[in-house]
Nanobody
Framework: QVQLVESGGGLVQPGGSLKLSCVVSGSIFSPKDMGWYRQAPGKQRELVAT???????YYADSVKGRFTISRDNAENTVFLQMNSLNPEDTAVYYCNADLPYLGRNFWGQGTQVTVSS
């Protein structure tokens, strides 16, 4: 059974940094595309960043220059380095993995990121 488990969230002051990790277990193949999404209270889930199996990245305008997505294909893990955090980055962050051999995407349970002084 495929599972995605995120870690690394927490409380951080404005201007601080956090690094999120997401491990994909139970898959016999490495995911094609992997990504991070977030959902703030009262708002829809939005795309933060994605990365393909060959390392091509995409970022939402709101995080460009501050966040960096990366992955370790050998460990089926995706990371999100978040710098210069501000209160508008407060949200639950979700990991997503595309597994074409199973015909669907998978989601993690989410990890809370709170930016507050």
């Amino acid at each position: 059974q495929v599972q995605l488990v995120e870690s690394g969230g927490g409380l951080v002051q404005p201007g601080g940094s956090l690094k999120l990790s997401c491990v994909v277990s139970g898959s016999i193949f490495s995911p094609k595309d992997m990504g991070w999404y977030r959902q703030a209270p009262g708002k829809q889930r939005e795309l933060v960043a994605t990365i393909t199996s060959v390392g091509r990245t995409y970022y939402a305008d709101s995080v460009k220059g501050r966040f960096t997505i990366s992955r370790d294909n050998a460990e089926n893990t995706v990371f999100l380095q978040m710098n210069s955090l501000n209160p508008e980055d407060t949200a639950v962050y979700y990991c997503n993995a595309d597994l074409p051999y199973l015909g669907r995407n998978f989601w993690g349970q989410g990890t809370q990121v709170t930016v507050s002084s």
